[in-house]
């Protein structure tokens, strides 16, 4: 049988913490920045933890289970 592949979106958007949580960027970053407050873009800066109804579909997409 052929190797799983992961996929390439996945790949590119999460990363595995030390403890094993998957890390995220924020949404609504890229464009349309002026109308936005200073305190919302900088909150989307930081990056966060996926969701725990989420992680599982992650995993399957990184190929971690």
């Given at each position: 049988m052929p190797k799983m592949k992961t996929k390439s979106s996945a790949k590119k958007?999460?990363?595995?913490?030390?403890t094993g949580k998957i890390k995220r960027?924020?949404?609504?970053?890229?464009?349309?920045?002026?109308?936005?407050?200073k305190k919302r873009k900088l909150a989307l800066t930081h990056d966060t933890i996926?969701?725990?109804s989420?992680?599982?579909?992650?995993?399957l997409m990184l190929r971690l289970k």
């Open positions: 958007r999460f990363k595995l913490t030390g960027k924020h949404a609504f970053k890229s464009h349309i920045l002026t109308k936005k407050s996926v969701h725990k989420d992680e599982e579909n992650v995993k």
